[in-house]
């Protein structure tokens, strides 16, 4: 074998001795550097999206459960679902997104929506029971490196029934 790789040698041009670094510089530049890059933005990506979905289902999850101390016909009951929702929402998000909703529309790139479903109790209930509450969370993901374009929307949904309860009046 040692007598192989001598030859080789000696065959070797030395106009040939720069070739293979010239090669792997071409490969580097055109082909490992991109689908490196592509692998970082979608890594990103996939986290956001799976942020999202976590941080919906946790958010109506979080207003399905939800139990009003007070006065049912004063109409709070929306009002401190929605806090807790939001609440939920923004403790779940991960760190990649610098803006937490709250499901007011006030962030620039992340936006949450609570709607409420129709009921299926035969008798209207202030408290919403029975009612499925959905809750859709929008991102707007700025591209890293803009070769695709530069941002992608990014939504999440998830809807739950809400559980009845009893109206417990005052602390």
Known sequence: MIWIHRIWQRRRKPHETGQSLVEFALVLIFIIIPFTFAFIEASTILYKYVALTNSAREGVR??????????????????????????????????????????????????????????????????RSTEALTVTITHTHPFLFGALGSSIDLQAQASMRIEPSSVISGP
């Open 62 to 127: 979080t207003g399905s459960i939800y139990l009003y101390i007070g006065d049912p016909t004063s109409g709070d009951p929306d009002a401190g679902r929605s806090a807790a929702v939001s609440d939920a929402i923004s403790h779940t998000l991960g760190p990649l997104f610098v803006t937490p909703p709250d499901c007011n529309g006030t962030s620039a790139t992340t936006t949450c929506q609570i709607t409420y479903g129709p009921s299926l109790a035969p008798i209207p209930d202030p408290l």
